[in-house]
């Protein structure tokens, strides 16, 4: 069975820096790429990053281009994410997901099937 | 970048009816498309993707169809535990999400 457990939300202030983690099991890790996923309070779902399965390719959100970064230990199983110049508007659960894939008339179409519990950031003074 | 726009933006159901969302891209994505349900305090759950193709485990009512900028996901017959939020999430370049649709209990 599929296990995302992220950690690392906290309070920060304005300015600060954090580290996400995201633990993974159950399934081959390396072979997958992930994202991360934030939901602010009382909002929708917003995609904030990708990185491929090497970690050779990384993707962002341009709200986050710049103050965050995506990696990943694939010997450790773990996803992380780096957020520096943390913002008011960043407060938000953030997810960790997997990113799935079918192959479809010649094309991959990507998916997010797999998704942790959550780890809430704060930033406030 | 790709906008997504769903409608209702909320809407009020009662147990067995046929209920609705629509899901428009800002450009064509093809069949790039997925649904997601969230009950409060939950992570989202894949229901559909690629437009159409039900998740493994997602109940029959639930049906996705579309492609190009205009999709549906159909639930056709309402029951109690399908009372949530429903998000569409474009995946032709990198990821976006529409704002959300809750369905709630008429």
């Known amino acids: 069975e599929v296990h995302l457990v992220e950690s690392g939300g906290d309070l920060e202030q304005p300015g600060g820096s954090l580290r996400l983690s995201c633990a993974a099991a159950?399934?081959?890790?390396?072979?997958?790429?992930m994202s991360w996923v934030r939901q602010a309070p009382g909002q929708g779902l917003e995609w904030v990053s990708a990185?491929?399965?090497?970690?050779?390719?990384?993707y962002y959100a341009d709200s986050v281009k710049g103050r965050f970064t995506v990696s990943r230990d694939n010997a450790k199983n773990t996803l992380y994410l780096q957020m520096n110049s943390l913002r008011a508007d960043d407060t938000a659960v953030y997810y960790c997901a997997e990113i799935g894939w079918t192959q479809q008339e010649l094309v991959a179409v990507q998916f997010l099937d797999y998704w942790g519990q959550g780890t809430l950031v704060t930033v406030s003074s | 970048d790709i906008q997504m726009t769903q409608s209702p933006s909320s809407l009020s159901a009662s147990v067995g009816d046929r209920v609705t969302i629509t899901c428009r891209a800002s450009?064509?994505?093809?069949?790039?498309l997925n649904w997601y349900q969230q009950k409060p305090g939950k992570a989202p759950k894949l229901l559909i993707y690629?437009?159409?193709s039900l998740q493994s485990g997602v109940p029959l009512r639930f049906s996705g169809s579309g492609s190009g900028t205009d999709f549906t996901l159909t639930i056709s017959s309402l029951e109690p535990e399908d009372f949530a939020t429903y998000y569409c999430?474009?995946?032709?370049?990198?990821?976006?999400f529409g704002p959300g649709t809750k369905v709630d209990m008429k």
């Open positions: 990185i491929s399965a090497t970690g050779d390719d990384t």
């Open positions: 450009q064509s994505i093809s069949r790039y």
């Open positions: 159950g399934f081959t890790f390396s072979n997958y790429a």
């Open positions: 690629a437009a159409s």
């Open positions: 999430q474009q995946s032709y370049r990198v990821f976006t």
